[in-house]
């Protein structure tokens, strides 16, 4: 059973950085999507970034390309989202998902889920 892990968020003011991280249980197996997505209260979930695990091919959604940047540590097993100029409308919690082919935006397209992590921005 895949675990992953999520770290990071908080409270920070608009214009301000925060990096999250998700460490895994097991190590990934290279053919397949690693993702963070992100749930404001009353919406629905949505893509925010992801990464192909051999080739680190990263796809951004257009509201956080320029701003944020996802990488990875395979040695560590761990997946990150440095997140840069934040603003107000970055509120959310953010889930980093693991194990996803085909449709990277798609979030049922992803097996395994972490637990979230609350990032709140202030104006």
């Known amino acids: 059973q895949v675990q992953l892990v999520e770290s990071g968020g908080g409270l920070v003011q608009a214009g301000g950085s925060l990096r999250l991280s998700c460490a895994s249980s097991?190590?990934?197996?290279?053919?397949?999507?690693k993702g963070w997505f992100r749930q404001a209260p009353g919406k629905e979930r949505e893509f925010v970034a992801a990464?192909?695990?051999?080739?680190?091919?990263?796809y951004y959604a257009d509201s956080v390309k320029d701003r944020f940047t996802i990488s990875m540590d395979n040695a560590a097993n761990t997946l990150y989202l440095q997140m840069n100029s934040l603003k107000p409308e970055d509120t959310a919690v953010y889930y980093c998902?693991?194990?996803?082919?085909?449709?990277?935006?798609?979030?049922?397209?992803?097996?395994?889920w972490g637990q979230g992590t609350q990032v709140t921005v202030s104006s």
């Open positions: 998902a693991s194990g996803g082919m085909g449709s990277l935006r798609d979030g049922t397209r992803y097996l395994y």
């Open positions: 097991v190590r990934t197996s290279t053919n397949v999507y």
């Open positions: 990464i192909q695990w051999s080739t680190r091919s990263t």
